[in-house]
């Protein structure tokens, strides 16, 4: 499969039911629980269930989703970046989440910013926000990086939890 978009040193390609193992690696890592969320995927089976209701059934519904991303240089998967369509969100939302092994690289900005403008030019959505927790600096570094500022805070509905909430800058 090729890759449908490329930054100076990343590839990104649609999720397939085959990442279902790249999906319960980064779901159950401690950095992605603390900062993202536990999603309560323990096995194989779960995460290819969760790969089914999530990014391959946004593709078919939104004609995006997240996206699988691999550093050019040695194959390596080292996440995951794309938008995400949240019914209480007014607009696609920029995600992203990065093995711990790859932090500090400047990985997460390069995937946002080429998936963003992806975003804007490719698929023309009007207008992307971002969501973070407050405690998260180094996300909240990767959505200003983007051009992305706070507007306020955003409450998730089945959770109570506030977050965030991150406006494009026009």
Known sequence: MKPFLHSTRLEFYRLTSQDAPLMLALLNEPSFIE????????????????????????YQQHGFGMYRVVRTIDGAAIGLCGLVSRDYLPSPDLGYAFFPEFAGQGYASEAATAV???GKTVLKIPKIVGIVQASNLASQRVLQKVGLIKQGLVTVPTSGEELDFYVENI
């Open 116 to 118: 963003f403008h992806f």
């Open 35 to 58: 900062n993202i969320g536990d999603r309560g995927v323990r096995t194989l089976a779960q995460a290819e269930q969760y790969m089914q209701d999530g990014p391959l059934a946004s």
